[in-house]
Structures are given as structure tokens and as C-alpha cells.
T-cell receptor, first 117, second 111 residues
Framework: EAGVAQSPRYKIIEKRQSVAFWCNPI?????LYWYQQILGQGPKLLIQ????????DSQLPKDRFSAERLKGVDSTLKIQPAKLEDSAVYLC???????????????FGPGTRLTVT | GNSVTQMEGPVTLSEEAFLTINCTYT??????LFWYVQYPGEGLQLLLK?????DKGSNKGFEATYRKETTSFHLEKGSVQVSDSAVYFC??????????FGQGTTLQVKP
């Protein structure tokens, strides 16, 4: 079974530029997550999708970050304009459908390492 | 609110030593608890989980017991190997789907 795919693996941009990350979840996984992992910290959820609907985007800096999951499969996370503090690894994860009281394992992709100079 | 606190690292042990990595949590309700591991150059992988109080999760010789009375989920292994060197993350799921992670503990095992 193929895992969660992410691209690019590395990206270096200057501040105020824009950048986009792509994620392809495991086939059949309805729930998709984007996490931000700053060096030396644990991952922090940015946004959670169930199919193509947003379940939780309370921690997403909406003035500069946006995400979409058209057709409920692939997802794109965009930053525009980037700031120095956005330097981090951006992780995509997927799981089976969210179910009240249910806990499904999240499978993580390899991440995209973003450096903003 | 929900949060997870792990012991600071790095933890450096000799091969075959006993490992404990402490994890405590704050949560409303009855969360599920997890340990994830990140080997050098690889993505996050689920190591073990426990979904209710007094459950014990185990995998690859690692164990952790969900202790509601002390709000803890400490990770233990009786005899570590060099191949266990990695970053370990404790996390909770307040049954909404998302994971809330601790800051991670780096384990270095020397031969």
C-alpha cells in the first residue's frame, strides 16, 4: 500500500514570496491533516479536512495561509506572503473517516522542509 | 485546554540499558494517548497507543500505560538498542481527530 506522498521535499524562498505544498493521502482515507513542525517542537495542527470539508482550521493563520482539498483527495497548502517564522517542516497526514468516539491511526508523509530567508 | 508535556532531552543511554521517557497530559474528557517515533531521515510513525484508562500499549519491546489518576503515559523499554535512537513524541487525541503533540525527546543509544 502506498503511503502519504508530499512534494516538494525541500523548498527555499525569500520572505514575502509565496509557496505551495502538495499532499496525496492514502487511497480511501477520508480525513486529511496538515501539521507545522518548527525545529525542536512537536507538530501543531494547522487544518483538518473530512472529505473536502474543513473540520478544524482554528490554528491556521488565515491572513497568509490557505488550504484546499478539491474532490476530497489531494490537498494543497499555500503560504502568501511567507515570513521568516514560517520556516518549518510541513507534514501531511491521513486517516480513515473521522468517527465520533473513534480513533483511527494517522499516517504521516515525509514532510516538506521550508526555509524562508 | 489540552496539552502534553514530555521530559527534556537528549537522553543518552548505553545499549541494553532501561529506558523511561516521561509524558504527562492535561485534557478534558477521556482522550486517547499515543507515542510516535521519528527515526533519522524518516517520517513520523505510530509506535503504540492506548484508548482508555489502565490500557497498556506495546510494540517492538516498548510499553506505556494510560494512568488517569496521574495523567501520565510514560514510555518504557527494558533493553534499548542502537537502532532505537530517534525522536519520540507523546501525543493525545481528544477524540476530535487531531493530535496534540509534546515537544519530543531525543534518544541516543551508544554501543
Amino acid at each position: 500500500e502506498a503511503g502519504v506522498a508530499q512534494s516538494p521535499r525541500y523548498k527555499i524562498i525569500e520572505k514575502r514570496q509565496s509557496v505551495a505544498f502538495w499532499c496525496n493521502p492514502i487511497s480511501g482515507h477520508a480525513t486529511l491533516y496538515w501539521y507545522q513542525q518548527i525545529l525542536g517542537q512537536g507538530p501543531k495542527l494547522l487544518i483538518q479536512f473530512q472529505n473536502n470539508g474543513v473540520v478544524d482550521d482554528s490554528q491556521l493563520p488565515k491572513d497568509r495561509f490557505s488550504a484546499e482539498r478539491l474532490k476530497g483527495v489531494d490537498s494543497t497548502l499555500k503560504i502568501q506572503p511567507a515570513k521568516l517564522e514560517d520556516s518549518a517542516v510541513y507534514l501531511c497526514a491521513s486517516s480513515l473517516a473521522l468517527q465520533t468516539g473513534g480513533v483511527y491511526e494517522q499516517y504521516f508523509g515525509p514532510g516538506t522542509r521550508l526555509t524562508v530567508t | 485546554g489540552n496539552s502534553v508535556t514530555q521530559m527534556e532531552g537528549p537522553v543518552t543511554l548505553s545499549e541494553e540499558a532501561f529506558l523511561t521517557i516521561n509524558c504527562t497530559y492535561t485534557a478534558t474528557g477521556y482522550p486517547s494517548l499515543f507515542w510516535y517515533v521519528q527515526y533519522p531521515g524518516e517520517g513520523l510513525q505510530l509506535l503504540l497507543k492506548a484508548t482508555k484508562a489502565d490500557d497498556k500499549g506495546s510494540n517492538k519491546g516498548f510499553e506505556a500505560t494510560y494512568r488517569k489518576e496521574t495523567t501520565s503515559f510514560h514510555l518504557e523499554k527494558g533493553s534499548v538498542q542502537v537502532s532505537d535512537s530517534a525522536v519520540y513524541f507523546c501525543a493525545l487525541n481528544p477524540n476530535t481527530g487531531k493530535l496534540i503533540f509534546g515537544q519530543g525527546t531525543t534518544l541516543q543509544v551508544k554501543p
